[in-house]
C-alpha cells in the first residue's frame, strides 16, 4: 500500500526544532481541536501560493503560538509576551519585507494593546492575524480581554460578571475606528463555511502585504476545547451561536483598492551623504594648540529663560574655538530653562578641562536681579561681575569688581535696538578676562550670523561700540 | 579635519550614523531627549529609519525586530526609560542580538528629577532585566568619547553579538564641547549566518530566547557565561592617570572622572601621590588593572554620583585588600572639587 500524505504548502514537513527525538516529528504540538493548526495551515498555505516564504518574517507571541516558529517555513522571530507589532515595526523599516504578527487574546488585547493600536494607527506593513478563542491557554485557561460575560474561566470561576471584570474587548471595531489600516476583517474557524471565509481574508491581508499597501487586522474565532471544558463539536457551535453574536462575523473595512503602496526610503551610508548632512565643507578646520601659558576663565553667565543666556555662552564658546583654545559649555536644562533662572558654564582654557562645570567664576554675567544674588557669593577674588545697569542699585562682594552694562541704552545707540546680547559681548571681550583676542569675537560673531550674513557687519559696529563704551568708562 | 561644537546627545547620533546605524527608535525624556531629536533630524535626511515608539516598551522591541534582521540598530533614554527597557533587552541577550543602548542618567529613584546622576549603574552594569546576562557597558567622559565611544558600542555589540550600553550621565549629555567628526563612516552588512531579513539566504533562521529543555538551557547559558569570559579577557578597557606611583587612587566615570581629574591636580599640587583610573568598560569591569594597583598598595575613593554602586565592584576587584573609601553626591548634584580634597586629606595623613 502507497503512502499518500498531503503536504501541507508554507510548513516544514517535519518539526525538528521540537527538540531532538520528538515522538511525533511531524505533529504540532497544539492540543486536538485547537483552532491553531488550521489558522497555520492557512496562512502557511497562502505564503506559499503568494511566493512569499522567501521574503516573509513571521513573529511568534507568547501563549499557545509561542512555537509557530516549529512550522511556518520562512524566516522566524519569537517575541516578548504583546510586544509583536513593536518587533513587527523594527523588522518592516529596516528590512521592508512583509511581516506577520500571530497573536493571541491576551497577547493583543490585554497585555499588548498599546503596541496593537499604535502600530494600527502608524499604517505599519504588517498583517496580524489574531486568534481570539476567549481564554488564555498556555497559562491554563485565565480570563482573557475577550472572555464573554457570564463565561467561566480559571480566574472568574462564577463567569465574567461585568460589574468588576468589565465586558469583552472588541478589536476589529477599535482597530476600524482608525483611519491608516487598510484591512480589517472578523473570521472564524467553526466549520467548513467559515474556514473558507477565514482563507479568503487571510490571502487578501497578505496579497496587500505583498503590494506594500499596510496594514490588516484578521481577527480569528477560533475553538479552544481545552480551556472551554468543552468537545471540539460543541466548542464550534458555541462559537456560531454566542460568540458571533458578541464578535459579529463580518468585513470592517476594505481599502484595498484606493490603498498605495507605501515606498520607504533607502538608507545612504556613504561618507559624501554624511558630509552633506552637517555641512562638513562649512566647519572651520581649527586645531586646538595646548597652551599652558593661556591659563583658564571660568565664565558663569545666568539671567532668565528666554534673555539670550545659553546663546550668550554659545558665542563665547564658538569664539574660543575660532582661535583653537580649550573649550566646554553646560548649560542648566530642563524645566530650569522654561521658567525661572537659566545659566551656563563656559571655561575657556589652554589645556585638557577638568570639571566642566564652574562654581567659582572668573566672570559672572548676570542679566537678572535672582542671578546675580544667588551666584555673586561664588566669584573669585579679584574676579567680576557683569551686570545689566537696569538692576540699579546692586550690593557686590568685596574684593570683586563690578561692571554696571546699560546694554540696551548702548545698542539703542549703536543703532541695533537688538544688539544688547552682542553688547554684553564686546564688553566680555574688552574686559579681557577671557584672554581671548577680538578676532576670536569676530568669528564667533560670523558664525552666529551665517544664516544672515548682512546682520554680520551690523553687529561687528555694535561689539566695536561696546568695546569702545568700556575702554571710556571702566576702570 | 572638521570640528564642530556640539552637545554630548548630538555627538551619539553623530557616532551612530558613522557607525552605520540606519535605524533609530525612541521616546523623549529628559536629558537624553536631544539624542530623540537629532536622530528625527539626521535619520530620514540619511534615508534612515526613525520612529517615535509610544513607549520605552516599544522602542526596545522595534529595537529587537530591527536587530533580529542584523541591522544596525539604537535607541536611548535615561533612568526610568531604562527600567522599562529590561524586559526587551534581556531578550536580546537571550537571543544574541546586537543593539546599541544609551543612557543619559538622572536622578532617582521613581520620577526623582531630571538632574545629572550615576544611579544607574547596578541596572546598567549588572544586567538589570531577568536571567543570568551581562552587557557590555561603555562609559564615555567627554563629547568627543559619546561619538567614539558609540561607535565602538556598535562594533562590539555586533561582534559578540550582544546588547551594548554607551552609559552617560545627564552632565555629559547636555555638555557641549568641541568634537572632531569621524574620518570615515561604517558600511554595513547583514550577517546571514543568523539575522533574519526576508531574504532567500535567511530563510532558515530562527531569532529566539526560548529554551524549553532544562539542559538546554543550561547548555546555552554556560555559553553565554563563557563568551562574557571572552569578553572580559578581550575587551576590558580603562585610562590610568598617574596611577603609577599613587599612594592613592581615585576610581569614577563619566563626569565624576572630570571633577576626579581637577582633584588629582589640585593634590598632585599639594605633593600628595594621587592617581586617577577610569574604566571605560564599566562591563566588563577592569578587575586585574584595579588588583595590581592595590597589590602595589594604593588606597582608593571611589567618585560616584551614586550611593557606592560602583565602590562596591571596586572591592570586589580588589578583594577588600585594601581601603575603599566613596565620595558620593545624589539627587541631580555634582561632587564637589572640595568634597573629593578632604577625602583625600583625610586618607592621606
Not at chain 1, 84 to 104: E, F, L, M, N
Not at chain 1, 458 to 465: H, P, R
Not at chain 2, 95 to 109: F, K, T
Request: proline share 6%; glycine share 10%; net charge neutral.
Amino acid at each position: 500500500m502507497t503512502e499518500r500524505i498531503i503536504r501541507t504548502k508554507g510548513i516544514y514537513d517535519k518539526f525538528p526544532r521540537k527538540g531532538e527525538n520528538n515522538p511525533a516529528p511531524s505533529a504540532t504540538h497544539y492540543c486536538p481541536g485547537c483552532g491553531h493548526g488550521v489558522l497555520h495551515k492557512l496562512i502557511g498555505e497562502a505564503l506559499a501560493d503568494l511566493e512569499l516564504q522567501d521574503r516573509a518574517v513571521m513573529i511568534s507571541p507568547v501563549g499557545c503560538a509561542v512555537f509557530a516558529y516549529y512550522y511556518f517555513d520562512c524566516g522566524n522571530i519569537q517575541v516578548a509576551h504583546g510586544r509583536a507589532p513593536a518587533v513587527a515595526t523594527g523588522v518592516s523599516r529596516a528590512t521592508d519585507k512583509v511581516v506577520i504578527s500571530y497573536q493571541g487574546d491576551g497577547d493583543l488585547a490585554s497585555i499588548g494593546l498599546n503596541e496593537t493600536l499604535q502600530a494600527a494607527n502608524r499604517g505599519e506593513k504588517i498583517a496580524v492575524f489574531f486568534v481570539n478563542n476567549t481564554v488564555y491557554g498556555m497559562t491554563g485557561g485565565q480570563m482573557a480581554p475577550t472572555t464573554l460575560v457570564g463565561e467561566k474561566t480559571v480566574t472568574c470561576p462564577d463567569g465574567r460578571d461585568p460589574m468588576t471584570q468589565g465586558y469583552p474587548l472588541h478589536m476589529c471595531e477599535l482597530i476600524s475606528s482608525l483611519k491608516a489600516p487598510v484591512f480589517v476583517e472578523r473570521v472564524a474557524l467553526s466549520d467548513p463555511k467559515h474556514i473558507r471565509g477565514a482563507r479568503a481574508a487571510i490571502r487578501k491581508a497578505l496579497q496587500i502585504q505583498k503590494e506594500g499597501k499596510g496594514y490588516t487586522f484578521v481577527e480569528v474565532l477560533s475553538p479552544c476545547p481545552t480551556n472551554l471544558g468543552k468537545s471540539s463539536v460543541l466548542n464550534n457551535e458555541w462559537i456560531n451561536e454566542e460568540m458571533a453574536k458578541e464578535f459579529p462575523i463580518q468585513n470592517f473595512r476594505d481599502r484595498t483598492e484606493e490603498a498605495q503602496p507605501i515606498e520607504r526610503a533607502k538608507s545612504d551610508f556613504t561618507d559624501e551623504a554624511l558630509a552633506k548632512a552637517f555641512d562638513l565643507a562649512s566647519l572651520p578646520a581649527t586645531q586646538e594648540n595646548d597652551d599652558p601659558n593661556f591659563g583658564e576663565a571660568q565664565v558663569k553667565i545666568s539671567g532668565f529663560g528666554g534673555q539670550g543666556v545659553l546663546s550668550l555662552g554659545t558665542m563665547l564658546t564658538a569664539a574660543a574655538q575660532a582661535v583653537g583654545k580649550q573649550v566646554s559649555w553646560y548649560p542648566s536644562y530642563g524645566p530650569e530653562q522654561r521658567g525661572g533662572t537659566s545659566n551656563c558654564s563656559v571655561i575657556v582654557s589652554g589645556e585638557t578641562i577638568g570639571s566642566p562645570v564652574v562654581y567659582h567664576p572668573n566672570l559672572l554675567v548676570a542679566l537678572n536681579r535672582p542671578s546675580l544674588e544667588k551666584f555673586k557669593n561664588d566669584v573669585v577674588p579679584g574676579g567680576t561681575i557683569m551686570y545689566d545697569s537696569i538692576m540699579g542699585d546692586v550690593e557686590i562682594p568685596e574684593g570683586v569688581r563690578g561692571v554696571a552694562v546699560p546694554a540696551q541704552d548702548l545698542a539703542d545707540a549703536a543703532g541695533n535696538p537688538k544688539g544688547a546680547n552682542t553688547i554684553m559681548f564686546g564688553v566680555m571681550l574688552e574686559l579681557g578676562i577671557t584672554r581671548l583676542p577680538a578676532e576670536a569675537f569676530k568669528r564667533a560673531l560670523e558664525a552666529q550670523f551665517a544664516k544672515k550674513p548682512k546682520l554680520i557687519p551690523m553687529n561687528i559696529e555694535v561689539l566695536e561700540y561696546a568695546r569702545k563704551w568700556v575702554r571710556e568708562n571702566v576702570k | 579635519m572638521a570640528k564642530k561644537l556640539v552637545k554630548g546627545n548630538t555627538a551619539v547620533v553623530i557616532g551612530a550614523l558613522y557607525a552605520g546605524s540606519d535605524c533609530y527608535f525612541g521616546y523623549p525624556i529628559t536629558p537624553a531627549s536631544e539624542v530623540l531629536h537629532e536622530a528625527s533630524k539626521y535619520y530620514p535626511k540619511l534615508g534612515r529609519k526613525f520612529v517615535q515608539a509610544e513607549s520605552e516598551e516599544a522602542s526596545i522591541n522595534m529595537c529587537y525586530g530591527a536587530a533580529s534582521t542584523g541591522h544596525r540598530v539604537f535607541t536611548a533614554s535615561s533612568g526610568p526609560g531604562i527600567s522599562l527597557m529590561q524586559e526587551g533587552i534581556s531578550y536580546m541577550a537571550g537571543a544574541e542580538l546586537p543593539c546599541v543602548i544609551v543612557d543619559i542618567m538622572r536622578a532617582g529613584p521613581g520620577l526623582g528629577n531630571i538632574g545629572p546622576e550615576q544611579g544607574d549603574y547596578n541596572q546598567v552594569v549588572k544586567g538589570g532585566g531577568h536571567g543570568n546576562y551581562k552587557p557590555i557597558v561603555l562609559a564615555p567622559n567627554s563629547v568627543q568619547e559619546m561619538c567614539d565611544l558609540t561607535m565602538l558600542a556598535f562594533d562590539l555589540a555586533f561582534k559578540w553579538r550582544t546588547p551594548t550600553y554607551v552609559l552617560a550621565d545627564g552632565v555629559m549629555g547636555q555638555l557641549m564641547e568641541s568634537f572632531t567628526f569621524p574620518e570615515k563612516a561604517v558600511q554595513p552588512t547583514i550577517d546571514t549566518s543568523w539575522a533574519v531579513a526576508g531574504t532567500p539566504e535567511t530563510r532558515k533562521n530562527l531569532v529566539t530566547s526560548i529554551f524549553l529543555d532544562f539542559q538546554q538551557l543550561e547548555t546555552f547559558n554556560n555559553r553565554l557565561q563563557e563568551k562574557y569570559a571572552k569578553i572580559a579577557e578581550a575587551e576590558t578597557r580603562c585610562q590610568q592617570t598617574a596611577t603609577d606611583d599613587a599612594d592613592i587612587v581615585l576610581v569614577a566615570y563619566g563626569i565624576s572622572s572630570r571633577i576626579a581629574k581637577t582633584a588629582m591636580d589640585t593634590a598632585r599640587k599639594e605633593g600628595i601621590k594621587v592617581g586617577l583610573f577610569r574604566p571605560i568598560t564599566l562591563s566588563p569591569f577592569p578587575k586585574k588593572q584595579l588588583k595590581a594597583l592595590a597589590d602595589k598598595g594604593a588606597s582608593f575613593i571611589s567618585v560616584e554620583m551614586s550611593n557606592g554602586q560602583m565602590a562596591d565592584d571596586v572591592r570586589l576587584a580588589i578583594n577588600c585588600s585594601r581601603p575603599v573609601e566613596l565620595v558620593s553626591r545624589l539627587g541631580g548634584n555634582l561632587i564637589t572639587l572640595d568634597q573629593v580634597m578632604d577625602k583625600i586629606h583625610a586618607l592621606a595623613k
